[in-house]
């Protein structure tokens, strides 16, 4: 019984760490919180939905272009609530995506309806492989999987391309990184499709593990990043907190959100760059 909880939460946790490392990587460049994030994470659930249903392509398929489509959202939010609100105070930019998730969440009820929507289940072959006194399913290999390799990947990018040696320049010092060339606004815009593509893939995935897809976006907006002698939290921090948290829920029967909070407050001060 502790091992298939143990593996349901590994599973979980996978997905919400790429809603967090996408929240993440987008806060640490610009120090600013884009509470539209779970809405985007919530239309990439929404278009893998539709090319597996509608236009009944393979999973792997219908993930990449999610992820396609959550990136091209991303940078259209990070056009209309930050590169237009550049010079405005904090506030403005994310009191405006507040009012962008609110027109995406009322889009996706006018598009898809309010109600639960589900993936039929011939769009998917299940097995399930023991493991001591647990089971685990292909679905979950493949979750693990997928989220394993879109974490290392993310890795390459930002540590061994020139574009994510940009990204970690711009989120040490805006001004000096402009001052050696780098153009802030295509780093920008490259971060929040990043991010975005992320959350876009968590959607996908969790619409596979649950075959139940709302309107209503998870908690991934109410994640702060903290803050600590003036050191910003690194990539390590979020995933680990959700993870954490998903793992206190289901082996102490916890609250969700007072496990979050509990393994935000030691994991988001002490995993600092």
Request: glycine content about 10%; hydrophobic content about 55%; overall charge positive.
């Amino acid at each position: 019984m502790l091992l298939q909880q143990v593996i349901n939460g590994l599973t979980q946790g996978s997905i919400y760490a790429l809603i967090a490392i996408g929240f993440a990587l987008i806060f640490g460049v610009l120090g600013l919180v884009n509470f539209a994030h779970g809405e985007v994470y919530m239309v990439g659930a929404f278009l893998g939905f539709l090319f597996v249903t509608v236009y009944h392509l393979p999973i792997v398929v219908s993930l990449l272009l999610a992820m396609l489509g959550a990136a091209l959202l991303g940078v259209v939010v990070e056009l209309i609530a930050f590169r237009t609100l550049r010079r405005a105070p904090d506030v403005a930019p994310m009191v405006c995506t507040l009012g962008l998730s609110v027109v995406l969440q009322n889009a996706a009820m006018l598009g898809w309806g309010a109600g639960t929507q589900s993936i039929p289940e011939d769009s998917f072959t299940f097995a399930f492989f023991p493991i001591f006194n647990a089971q685990v399913s292909n679905i979950q290999l493949l979750i693990f999987g997928v989220a394993v390799a879109l974490m290392a990947a993310l890795q390459l990018v930002l540590y061994k391309s020139r574009i994510g040696k940009a990204i970690r320049a711009t989120a040490q010092n805006k001004d000096a990184a402009s001052l050696m060339g780098i153009n802030i606004n295509r780093v920008i815009a490259a971060t929040f499709a990043l991010g975005s593509a992320l959350g876009g893939a968590a959607g996908v995935l969790i619409g596979v593990y649950y075959n139940a897809l709302a309107h209503l976006c998870p908690t991934a907006s109410i994640l702060s990043v903290g803050h600590k002698k003036g050191q910003r939290t690194s990539l390590c921090g979020p995933p680990l907190a959700f993870s954490i948290s998903d793992q206190l829920t289901r082996l102490f029967f916890i609250d969700y959100h007072t496990a979050l909070l509990l393994s935000m407050s030691y994991f988001l001060p002490n995993c600092r760059n």
